[in-house]
């Protein structure tokens, strides 16, 4: 069973609406959990991290953890056409020395 | 301020050649990390480094590669003898403390011919 596990996608939006990016992790001790954003050709930028269970805001997105079914997800509110990436979901490692990252899901807007 | 840098941002080698590739971490930063990043392959861990302790090298695929962090700031990582399949782009990461945020660098990106 893979660590972290993303649907590739690609998963396709219209402007404005709202986009939905999941990630299901194997360990049940996973403590932090980070979304990514990657634009083809660039390195990975954070976009937030969730440590508690239940939602997180930041602007137009939102984390949601729920531990008990080892589920993490992304929304993008007013998706737009900037927002067109590779989103990597990632879990930090038992020992917190490393990012586990699941495969990403490319999201493309259209306008 | 400034983010995390790499140099050099490419490098082509021929196989069977060392290289060395540079990261500067973001200035008081006490954790510095290593991926890679190939084709179909996602983001792997390489090694970590957090202040003086020793450094968690679990993520080194061969005794090729080895890494060094030298008064707790630049770090080197060195390929030695390099294959094809080394070619991947490699990416450094820092966090201030360790199991936060990490925020990467730009990237290498190597070519092995």
């Known amino acids: 069973q893979k660590e972290v596990e993303q649907n590739s996608g690609p998963l396709s939006v219209p402007e404005g609406a709202i986009a939905s990016l999941n990630c299901t992790y194997s360990?049940?001790?996973?403590?932090?959990f980070f979304w990514y954003r990657q634009y083809s050709g660039k390195s990975p930028e954070l976009i937030m991290s969730?440590?508690?269970?239940g939602d997180k805001e930041d602007g137009r997105f939102t984390a949601q953890l729920n531990k008990a079914s080892q589920y993490v997800s992304l929304l993008i509110r007013d998706s737009q056409p900037s927002d067109s990436a590779t989103y990597l979901c990632a879990v930090i490692n038992q020992a917190g020395t490393a990012l586990i990252f699941g495969k990403g899901t490319t999201l493309s807007v259209s306008s | 301020g400034a983010g995390v840098s790499q140099s050099p941002s490419n490098k082509v080698t021929e196989k069977g050649k060392d290289v060395e590739l540079r990261c500067d971490p973001i200035?008081?930063?006490?954790?510095l990390y290593w991926y890679r990043q190939s084709l179909g392959q996602g983001l792997e861990f390489l090694i970590y480094?957090?202040?003086?302790?020793?450094?968690?090298k679990s993520g080194l695929p061969s005794d090729r590669f080895s890494a060094e962090r030298t008064g707790g700031s630049v770090s080197t990582l060195t390929i030695q003898r390099t294959q094809q399949e080394d070619s991947a782009v490699y990416l450094c990461a820092s966090s201030l403390v360790p199991s936060g945020d990490q925020f990467f660098g730009p990237g290498t990106r190597l070519t092995v011919l």
């Open positions: 969730i440590y508690s269970n």
């Open positions: 480094f957090q202040g003086n302790s020793a450094p968690d």
């Open positions: 200035s008081g930063h006490t954790a």
């Open positions: 360990d049940r001790v996973s403590q932090s």
